[in-house]
């Protein structure tokens, strides 16, 4: 019988017994209740349903305390015995009472009935949870046993399957060993090789910047040299035109200086032949007033040297004043 059996054996058992239980609390009340109403005060009547219910309370912790022990694998002692079997009597006692005071032994027989089965049942369940509470202990020992054989069994393949694992792992450790030497010697033969293509590429290539710089700074130098001979060419470019617009300059100052000389010269000659006797032609007497404005003579002056009035004279300097003044802004613009 598995664990499954044995847990519904107990169930039905448990179920059994506290119907059994049950129903006997029930009838016992309701047999015992009119027979303690008779034999109570009147004013104390509603009490008769109490001692009925503390027999029975008595009955249902006997059977749970049983039950637990049982399965537990206890046993409580005498007065566990002593409980069940005076709570059984009594039960038995007041359901029979009222049937044996009116001798009636069809009553008494009725009456017994409940409380004997109730009183068997308590026994035969204790009786029966013990047995099972045997077996169940027997069997657990059996399955322990055979499980214990049965992991000592299985410890000893497994330590025979692990001593095989190890003797493999070794073997596959030092085929592993063997097969990583040949791996790292093939590895370094390999990073040999690779490291001889690195410096011979390494040495190619520093050999091919090497050029490369060196043409590099021949074209800088090449470069520099053609810009040093292009400046050099801008310099004495620019030398060479500041040259010559100096000489320009001092051309034109020159040239300018001699006009000025001529002019004084003229000027000179006009102013010197002295006060008109009588009124110049007016291209000339122009020509005698512009020279007279430019060597600052008075306007009566001028008008002596010339002839003709000091009012036109006036107007003429006028005119050379506002000349002047054009060609002082045209200078300054």
């Not at 034999?39 to 009925?52: E, G």
């Not at 001593?163 to 990073?191: I, K, S, V």
């Amino acid at each position: 019988m598995n664990s499954v059996q044995t847990r519904s054996a107990e169930r039905a058992l448990s179920g059994g017994t506290w119907l059994i239980v049950c129903g006997a609390m029930l009838y016992s009340i309701l047999t015992v209740t009119p027979l303690m109403a008779k034999h109570t005060a009147d004013q104390w009547a509603w009490t008769a349903p109490i001692l009925p219910l503390v027999v029975d309370a008595a009955v249902v912790i006997v059977v749970k305390l049983d039950d637990v022990l049982a399965r537990l694998g206890g046993h409580g002692g005498r007065w566990p015995v002593v409980l069940r079997w005076m709570t059984g009597l009594m039960t038995l006692a007041l359901n029979t009472a009222d049937s044996a005071l009116k001798k009636d032994l069809v009553g008494v027989a009725v009456h017994s009935v409940a409380p004997l089965l109730l009183i068997v049942t308590a026994e035969t369940s204790l009786a029966y949870r013990r047995a099972i509470a045997t077996a169940v202990a027997r069997q657990e020992t059996e399955q322990r046993a055979e499980r214990e054989a049965r992991e000592r069994a299985a410890l000893e393949r497994r330590e025979a399957s692990d001593r095989r694992a190890r003797e493999e792992r070794e073997h596959n450790a030092q085929l592993l060993r063997e097969q990583r030497e040949h791996e790292a010697r093939l590895a370094r033969e390999q990073t040999e090789r690779e490291e001889a293509a690195r410096r011979a590429e390494r040495a190619e290539r520093e050999a091919r910047e090497r050029a490369e710089r060196e043409a590099r700074e021949r074209r800088e130098r090449e470069h520099e040299q053609q810009q040093r001979e292009r400046e050099h060419a801008e310099r004495e470019a620019a030398q060479r035109r500041e040259r010559e617009r100096l000489e320009r300059e001092q051309e034109a100052r020159r040239q300018q200086q001699e006009r000025a000389e001529r002019e004084r010269r003229e000027r000179a000659a006009l102013l010197s032949a002295g006060p008109a006797t009588e009124k110049l032609p007016e291209d000339r007497a122009r020509v005698v007033v512009h020279a007279a404005f430019g060597e600052g003579l008075p306007v009566r002056a001028a008008a002596e040297l010339c002839g003709w009035s000091v009012g036109w004279v006036s107007t003429r300097y006028q005119e050379h004043r506002d000349g002047a003044g054009l060609v002082l802004e045209g200078v300054s613009s």
